[in-house]
């Protein structure tokens, strides 16, 4: 994937020299707005795997000798089959978070080049979200996640124009300071625990019969730093110095944060905190109008 954007960049400089036009020169200023697949690229967490906590913690309760995993978060697809055999109801999911994306551009062009920069903000609006009932207990649980990001990016690329520069490809290589956070609100009056003393391999009990007496969390993992990512999109004048755009772009941070764990009975047995991976951006699929107010030098 690497040596295709260098083909592609080589391909558009040659190109470039060789158009017969330009971009509009100077200084431009735009608003996109677009959306973000897949927030805090949580997606295969939240359908197919889940998210366990890892512990060894000697009991004697309910005839264990230890568990090593608990069912923090339950994913949708294991769910799904739950309410198939009957073991829950009410079953609501809504898949992976999505986001919508607010972005302010300040651009200028110079020749067949550009540098832009601005402010860009994501928020999740959709999905996330899922509930259900325990049959035997009557018992309701819900996981829902949320997040957002902010992003000040600096992209350097080329244009390639057309039809007299009314009509131009762009692309370019960007980094930026992004800052951001991915959120689950866990209500869980029960959880499910792994008793390798039983069966190493299945889910064999729960947190019940150990005088767990239920969860309300909320885990919260940020990052803040330099991402770096690139740029590909198109413009098109539709009226004097007014184009409208459509373009992708990819900027990802990763960080390892740590989550201070406020549930007493955790705490208790030793589990003070959570370690995970928290992203921030991702692919943001983005459209948009721009104003060319010149300036050029």
């Not at 608003?31 to 000697?58: V, Y």
């Not at 969390?217 to 590909?232: N, Q, W």
């Amino acid at each position: 994937m690497k040596k295709l954007y260098v083909v592609l960049l080589v391909l558009a400089v040659a190109f470039s020299f060789a158009a017969p036009a330009m971009a509009k020169q100077g200084l431009s200023v735009g608003l996109g707005m677009g959306i973000l697949p897949n927030c805090a690229g949580m997606g295969a967490t939240i359908l197919d795997d889940g998210l366990n906590l890892h512990k060894n913690t000697p009991t004697a309760t309910a005839g264990l000798n230890v568990y090593n995993e608990v069912k923090l978060l339950r994913d949708e697809q294991s769910l799904t089959d739950d309410e198939k055999a009957g073991t829950i109801s009410n079953l609501e999911t809504n898949g992976p978070m999505m986001g919508m994306d607010f972005a302010l551009q300040v651009r200028y062009d110079y020749s067949y080049f550009f540098a832009r920069t601005g402010l860009n903000y994501a928020k999740k609006v959709a999905g996330g979200e899922t509930t259900w009932t325990k049959v035997s207990t009557g018992a309701k649980y819900e996981q829902n996640w949320d997040y957002s990001s902010l992003a000040i990016p600096l992209t350097l690329g080329i244009n390639i124009p057309a039809l007299d520069g009314k009509l131009n490809l762009y692309m370019g290589f960007s980094m930026a300071y992004m800052r951001g956070s991915w959120e689950v609100e866990i209500v869980a009056p029960d959880l499910d625990l792994k008793a390798p003393a039983f069966n190493g391999a299945a889910w064999v009990t729960s947190l019940a019969g150990l005088g767990f007496p239920g969860a309300s969390e909320t885990p919260k993992f940020e990052a803040s730093g330099l991402a770096m990512g690139y740029l590909i999109g198109v413009d098109a004048e539709v009226y004097e110095n007014v184009a409208i755009f459509f373009e992708y772009e990819s900027l990802t941070l990763a960080e390892i944060d740590t989550y201070n764990i406020k549930n007493a009975w955790f705490k208790a047995g030793g589990v003070n905190t959570l370690s995970y991976t928290s992203i921030v951006g991702g692919s943001f699929i983005r459209f948009g109008a721009k104003y060319h107010l010149g300036y050029a030098m």
